[in-house]
Each structure stands twice: as structure tokens, then as C-alpha cells.
């Protein structure tokens, strides 16, 4: 009887270790740091790798290992029907020109999905929506802004009865912008709509495994929290 051939490894090609190689996506990604910031402090750790390789590996395996996160997260929680989104865009300079990056973020505060577009009409709205329809399924409520796109997007995908619309009822996704533009001062803005949606997914992938909502547990109860997510992430395509 023949076996099932074994799928091969990502990182057949590359003399370093897959360890090292997470460690690298991790710090730059998840911390807001440049490129030379984690050649230097590979550096101390007697890991000797180019800054430019950091860069490789990033744009490499970034959205292979958020892809594996995101599978895991959506396979647990695709029959959870109580949840509650929250919509927002914010906007994104490009080479001096406006882009904005839409997010839906649950009522959790981690971010389901990640949209750049160059317009902030019902044509992009609607393009979001669905695209997170579709990978997330559909949610109890939507919260949303005064923008009168997710008003129109929601009516023709007629879910219009779901939309809430509050002054501050959105503060939660508004908090989750805060770490994104972190990272972005640190990468000096972006230059390329492509790897601005490359970076948001993983970013947002990355931060959603990481997020322990540590304001809300024991120190205890965080410590496992974040040793488990360690040890997940140290298994990713293993």
C-alpha cells in the first residue's frame, strides 16, 4: 500500500533553522521594528544575518504562518453565530496618495479581516464585506460608523436590519488601529498597495495570536496564555 507523500517543508531551501526563521517573523513583525533593528539584536543573540534577509524571510513566510494562524482561528470559530462586528476605515499614505484600509474587528478585538482600496464608496465597502463574509461567515450585529457606504453595502447583501450606529459604540475597533499605526511609523510608511495588504494580514493575524487580553486576567492566567501561543507558533509548519 502506498503512503501519502509527506508535504514538503517551506524551508528546504534555507540553510538557516525554521526556529530562527520564526523568531525573525515574529520580532518583526509583531514589535515595531525596522529591519536593522532586528539584524542588531539577532546580532547580540550571535545570530549573524543581513538586514536584507530579514526582509526575505518577512515577505517569505509571513503569510504563510498567518495563513496557518487564520485556518486554526476560523475552523474553531465558523460556527460561532453571536458575534458582534465592528466596521471602520482608516486611512493609509501611499507615495503621498490616500489609500484607506478597511478592518473588521469582533466584539473580542481581534481583527477578522484586513481590505485596502483606493476609494471609501459603497463599490469598496461592499468588496470588504463580502470578502469577510465569506471566510468568517455572518455575525449577529454590525457596528459601524456614520459612513453612509456600509449603509448601502449592507443593504444590498441585505443584512441592513444588523447595522448599529453609535457615537462611541465603535471604540473598539478605533483602539485597534493603534497598534498597526505603531508599526507603520517604524517601516517608514508604505510604498506599494501590495505590501500594504500583505503586511496588514499578517500583522493582524500575528497580533490576534499574541492578543490575551492581558488587562483582563490574572498574571497567572496570562503566563500560560502567552506560553501556549509561544509554543503554537514555534510549531507552525513544522
Known amino acids: 500500500m502506498l ?4 508535504p514538503a517543508s517551506p524551508f528546504r531551501y534555507f540553510n ?3 526556529e530562527v526563521i520564526r523568531l525573525v517573523v515574529l520580532m518583526y513583525v509583531r514589535f515595531p521594528l525596522s529591519l536593522r533593528n532586528v ?3 539577532l546580532f547580540e543573540r550571535g545570530i549573524d544575518i543581513c538586514h536584507e534577509t530579514v526582509r526575505l ?3 517569505r513566510f509571513g503569510p504563510l504562518f498567518a495563513g496557518e494562524v487564520r485556518r486554526q482561528r476560523v475552523s474553531r470559530m465558523r460556527g460561532f453565530r453571536h458575534w458582534r462586528w465592528h466596521l471602520d476605515e482608516m486611512y493609509v499614505k501611499l507615495n503621498g496618495d490616500m489609500v484607506y484600509l478597511w478592518r473588521a474587528v469582533d466584539h473580542e478585538g481581534e481583527i477578522l479581516e484586513s481590505y485596502v482600496t483606493k476609494t471609501r464608496d459603497k463599490k469598496a465597502a461592499l468588496a470588504f464585506m ?3 463574509l465569506k471566510r468568517h461567515g455572518s455575525p449577529e450585529a454590525i457596528t459601524t460608523d456614520g459612513l453612509r457606504s456600509y449603509g448601502a453595502a449592507l443593504g444590498e447583501l441585505g443584512s441592513r436590519e444588523k447595522q448599529e450606529v453609535g457615537r462611541w459604540a465603535n ?3 478605533e483602539n485597534s488601529h493603534l497598534p498597526f499605526r505603531r508599526r507603520e511609523r517604524a517601516m517608514l510608511r508604505f510604498r506599494q498597495m501590495r505590501t500594504l495588504q500583505k503586511f496588514a494580514s499578517v500583522h493582524a493575524n500575528v497580533h490576534n495570536h499574541f492578543n490575551h487580553e492581558r488587562h483582563l486576567v490574572d498574571r497567572q492566567t496570562y503566563k500560560q496564555r502567552r506560553s501556549a501561543a509561544l509554543a503554537e507558533w514555534q510549531a507552525l509548519v513544522s
Not at 3 to 6: D, E, H, I, L
Open 3 to 6: 503512503r501519502p507523500n509527506k
Open 130 to 132: 463580502k470578502k469577510a
Open 39 to 41: 539584524e542588531d539584536l
Open 171 to 173: 471604540n473598539c475597533v
Open 16 to 18: 538557516s533553522s525554521p
Open 57 to 59: 524571510w518577512w515577505n
